[in-house]
């Protein structure tokens, strides 16, 4: 099994040129200035995200709540369908953040960002959190370890 560094190395080599120009940090960044422009005033929890596309383009998402919980929608959902709205279909990295230290994208946003991109580095954190601006960073899979797709092979009885 290979590692998380190992992990990650082997997706900047696989994906080469615009994922080197983007660090984590600015990616972050992103995030943040993106989280201003949430629309939370039900839960009044801010949350901003900033996905790197394979093409070094970036997208961002906000929180947009509705009186109806369920037609809300998360930070991380919004980055990534915008991104595919725009022709976009490689992704490579995506940054959230909140208000806290930092924040890990829900079970849904988990599932939806698994289908589009099954290798995708994920950071969590706050540039101006207490520790000093310190971040996670983890895989979808590490997230999401068993996730449900329909292309896995569950069954391999014979008949």
């Excluded at 930070?75 to 930092?102: D, M, N, P, Q, S």
């Excluded at 092979?153 to 008949?159: I, K, L, Q, R, S």
């Amino acid at each position: 099994m290979v590692g998380d560094q190992d992990r990650f190395n082997l997706r900047e080599r696989r994906v080469g040129g615009p994922l080197l120009k983007m660090d984590d940090r600015t990616l972050l960044a992103k995030a943040i200035a993106a989280r201003e422009n949430a629309y939370c005033p039900y839960s009044n929890f801010p949350v901003g995200a900033a996905l790197l596309c394979a093409d070094g383009s970036v997208y961002t998402g906000v929180n947009v709540e509705n009186a109806v919980n369920g037609l809300s929608l998360c930070a991380e959902r919004v980055a990534l369908f915008t991104a595919i709205a725009a022709g976009k279909h490689g992704f490579v990295k995506i940054a959230v953040a909140c208000r806290a230290e930092y924040c890990s994208p829900c079970g849904a946003c988990r599932q939806v960002l698994y289908e589009h991109a099954p290798d995708l580095v994920i950071l969590m954190g706050n540039l101006g959190g207490t520790l000093g601006g310190t971040f996670k960073k983890k895989t979808i899979r590490d997230l999401l370890p068993e996730a449900f797709s329909l292309h896995q092979e569950c069954c391999n009885e014979e008949p």
